[in-house]
């Protein structure tokens, strides 16, 4: 059964940072892209970047592109989400998802709380 | 990018009702298409894949279907279990990008 659970969510004020990670299980995260999503308070859904398996391929929304950096690592079955200079509009649930191109987000954790307020 | 024109916003329906929600895509997708229903204080879930293909588990009442950049998510009788929140995604291209979502409300 895949299990991805999220941690590292927090409150932190503007300008300040945070590292997400999500402990993967259940399937070969090595050969898995990944992504990161994230919800508003009462908002929609926002695609936030994915990178792939080997770490060699990574995308990003405009809006966190230079602030925000995805990485993982495959011995710890890990991923993770730097997010750099925050602001009140990264406030959100941040969701590690596994991904494939046929199917798009296959499986979802429950997700980690940013909360960006001064 | 692709926008994703998603409709109606919200709509209120009662049990059994067949119920049809659109997105619309800006450009050609082909089928790189989902819907996620997501429950208040819940995480999202997949109902749809590749347009039209059903998630295991989901009950036989949801539907997909393409017609060109048009996009349709349909109920065919409206359960209580339904009234939901859903959203469309389009994963051909980066960035991924959602319709802005239908509340499905209780009439």
């Known amino acids: 059964e895949v299990q991805l659970v999220e941690s590292g969510g927090d409150l932190v004020q503007p300008g300040g940072s945070l590292r997400l990670s999500c402990a993967a299980s259940?399937?070969?995260?090595?050969?898995?892209?990944m992504t990161w999503l994230r919800q508003a308070p009462g908002k929609g859904l926002e695609w936030v970047a994915n990178?792939?398996?080997?770490?060699?391929?990574?995308h990003y929304v405009d809006s966190v592109k230079g602030r925000f950096t995805i990485s993982r690592d495959n011995a710890k079955n890990s991923l993770y989400l730097q997010m750099n200079s925050l602001r009140a509009e990264d406030t959100g649930m941040y969701y590690c998802?596994?991904?494939?191109?046929?199917?798009?987000?296959?499986?979802w954790g429950q997700g980690t709380l940013v909360t960006v307020t001064s | 990018d692709i926008q994703m024109t998603q409709s109606p916003s919200s709509l209120s329906a009662s049990v059994g009702d067949r119920v049809t929600i659109t997105c619309r895509a800006s450009?050609?997708?082909?089928?790189?298409l989902g819907w996620y229903q997501q429950k208040p204080g819940k995480v999202p879930k997949r109902l749809i894949y590749?347009?039209?293909s059903l998630e295991s588990g989901v009950p036989s009442r949801f539907s997909g279907s393409r017609s060109g950049t048009e996009f349709t998510l349909t109920i065919s009788s409206l359960q209580p279990e339904d009234f939901a929140t859903y959203y469309c995604?389009?994963?051909?291209?980066?960035?991924?990008?959602f319709g802005g979502g239908t509340k499905v409300e209780i009439k």
């Open positions: 990178v792939k398996g080997d770490d060699s391929e990574k």
């Open positions: 590749v347009a039209s």
């Open positions: 450009q050609d997708i082909k089928n790189d």
């Open positions: 259940g399937f070969t995260f090595s050969d898995s892209w």
């Open positions: 998802i596994k991904y494939s191109g046929y199917a798009g987000l296959d499986n």
């Open positions: 995604l389009q994963y051909y291209v980066y960035p991924l990008t």
